[in-house]
Nanobody, 123 residues
């Protein structure tokens, strides 16, 4: 079984920063693209960021571009999401997932999802 566990979420004031981590067990992340998605109550799951297996390529949703940075450490089987300049609209449950082909922007292109970590930004 492959398990992904996110951590690092919490309550932060507007303008603050958080660093999310996603650690894999039961398998390795090497050679797979990875993504971060987020979902607010009553809304669809939304693409946030993705990274290639080597870490050499990244992509971001317009809503987070310039504020969020995705990175990975394959030796540690870990993917990170550094979130800066947070605002209340960033409040959501954040999920990491393993890409399995297809559009990197679609949740249907991913498998092995984590349980999610709550990020709450107060104003």
């Amino acid at each position: 079984q492959v398990q992904l566990v996110e951590s690092g979420g919490g309550l932060v004031q507007a303008g603050g920063s958080l660093r999310l981590s996603c650690v894999a067990s039961g398998g390795t992340l090497s050679r797979y693209n990875m993504g971060w998605f987020r979902q607010a109550p009553g809304k669809a799951r939304e693409f946030a960021a993705a990274i290639t297996w080597s870490g050499g390529g990244t992509d971001y949703a317009d809503s987070v571009k310039g504020r969020f940075t995705i990175s990975r450490d394959n030796a540690k089987n870990t993917v990170y999401l550094q979130m800066n300049s947070l605002n209340p609209e960033d409040t959501a449950v954040y999920y990491c997932a393993v890409h399995n082909g297809g559009s990197i922007y679609s949740p249907r292109s991913y498998h092995y999802w984590g349980q999610g970590t709550q990020v709450t930004v107060s104003s």
